[in-house]
């Protein structure tokens, strides 16, 4: 069905594998069409609570795919590009499923900015992110000006964007780009774990929980304190919402249906 990923879903968790691996799972046209294809199908998905995004055990994804970049000739094909890129990355930040990041190996480039659209990061121990753009002359154009800075400071981003060096894992995590380091191999574990953690809680309550932190860190404070308030309230008309609140007076475990 699909060249360049593999794609499968199993109790409530959908895993994409990124599958280019003589290219280092660069990003290219095709790529970015299956995974856009695959986001759309998991957006209406209701068996799907959780999506995990990974590539193999040495690279996550080692960017845009450069010889392709190389016959851009104009700033309109550039352009082209980078809106496709862009959109695609927006598509899964804005997936109302949380998606979790398995990284191993290298993710620079596009790989580093596609694991900054997704929720969250835990990378294994050979990990290595990065963003080198500024080595060939370029930027990153498919957000990491702006998602870097939002995650780890300003100050820190503008040393990563500006000298291009990449760093391990343990630096990514003490700097807050990834949210846990695992062994290598227990990669997958560690994130089906927690996958499967994210399973059994309220669906809509998570999908709103995104909803508020992505929409809101854009607001002023006021306004994202209020915007938070409508979500909070819009809960209140939810089964799980109620089997949350019943099963705590009970003093039971919940029970929820993600309605």
Known sequence: MFNTITYEKDNGIACIRLNREKSMNAINDE???????????????????????????????????????????????????????????????????????????????GGCEMSMACDIRIAAENARFGQPEIKIGLIPGAGGTQRLPRIVGVGRAKELLYLGDPIDAEEAYRIGLVNKVVPTESLMDEARKMAAALVKKPGFAIELTKLAVNDGINMDLRSAIAYEARCFELLFSTEDQKEGINSFIDKKEPKFKGK
């Open 31 to 109: 790529l970015m069409r299956e995974l856009d294809k695959v986001f759309d199908e998991i957006a209406v998905d209701e068996s799907i609570a959780v999506v995990i995004i990974t590539g193999t055990s040495k690279v996550f994804a080692a960017g845009a795919d450069i010889k392709a970049m190389s016959k851009m000739l104009t700033p309109y094909e550039a352009h082209s590009f980078m809106n496709q890129i862009q959109s695609l990355f927006d598509k899964i930040e804005r997936t109302p499923k949380p998606v979790i990041a398995a990284v191993s190996g290298l993710a620079l480039g």
